[in-house]
């Protein structure tokens, strides 16, 4: 039973493109949300938390749909730069353990 | 700024053989975390470690793997007899727990792995 989904792709866009990716988790009882960057043989590192209400950071914004749980992460005018692995964290509590389980991450690849 | 810090960052290893990986978590963290990723794969749970102890772990986590935090500082991960299928990157994780206006967002914090290759 996969526990967070993600579309490994990947998206080729060009330099200027806006791109969506989405997440879908399976455990309802999931109490906090991330999407994580990661490039090539490198740690994980946060790019943003979501929040219920949405929310954006920049050309980043993200998204969480408790009742289809889902979350999106939208990157608008996109950057050669932007050119990684997008992770999906979803984490729940359980019995004073605090577990986030990772997606197996969306390849982003912007060209010229 | 703190930082979450591994060591070796690179073992060759032969199979049979015992690894360990150590980490040093950010001083005030709470929680932690070891994670491995194969190589092309999915970042994955091994164990979670809280108050000097096991807190969960996951069906990755069999009798050859076992961690320790023997000094308070040094969060270590054990293979005892090193398998050709745990050759992954090993990551470090922690987590700090606080509440009240600045409660803690859930960020995990990553050191930059230890690539184990097993022969």
């Known amino acids: 039973r996969k526990e967070v989904e993600q579309d490994p792709g990947p998206f080729n866009v060009p330099e200027g493109a806006t791109v969506a990716f989405n997440c879908t988790y399976s455990?309802?009882?999931?109490?906090?949300f991330f999407w994580y960057r990661q490039d090539c043989r490198k740690e994980p590192k946060l790019l943003m938390s979501v929040y219920s209400s949405g929310n954006e950071d920049g050309r980043f914004t993200a998204q969480l749909n408790r009742a289809s749980q889902y979350i999106s992460l939208l990157i608008r005018d996109s950057k050669l730069s932007d050119s990684a692995t997008y992770l999906c964290?979803?984490?729940?509590?359980?019995?004073?353990?605090?577990?986030?389980?990772f997606g197996r991450g969306t390849s982003l690849i912007v060209h010229p | 700024e703190p930082e979450v810090t591994q060591t070796p960052s690179h073992q060759v290893t032969q199979m049979g053989q015992e690894v360990i990986l150590r980490c040093v978590p950010i001083?005030?963290?709470?929680?932690f975390y070891w994670y491995r990723q194969i190589l092309g794969q999915k970042v994955e749970f091994l164990v979670s470690f809280y108050n000097n102890e096991i807190s969960e772990k996951s069906e990755i986590f069999d009798d050859q793997f076992s961690v320790e935090r023997p000094d308070g500082s040094n969060f270590t991960l054990k293979i005892r007899s090193t398998k050709l299928e745990d050759s992954a990157m090993y990551f470090c994780a922690s987590i700090p727990w606080t509440s009240g206006r600045n409660a803690n967002t859930g960020e995990l914090f990553f050191g930059e792995g230890s690539r184990l290759t097993v022969l």
């Open positions: 001083s005030n963290h709470l929680y």
């Open positions: 455990n309802s009882a999931s109490q906090s």
């Open positions: 964290v979803v984490s729940h509590a359980s019995g004073g353990s605090y577990i986030p389980t």
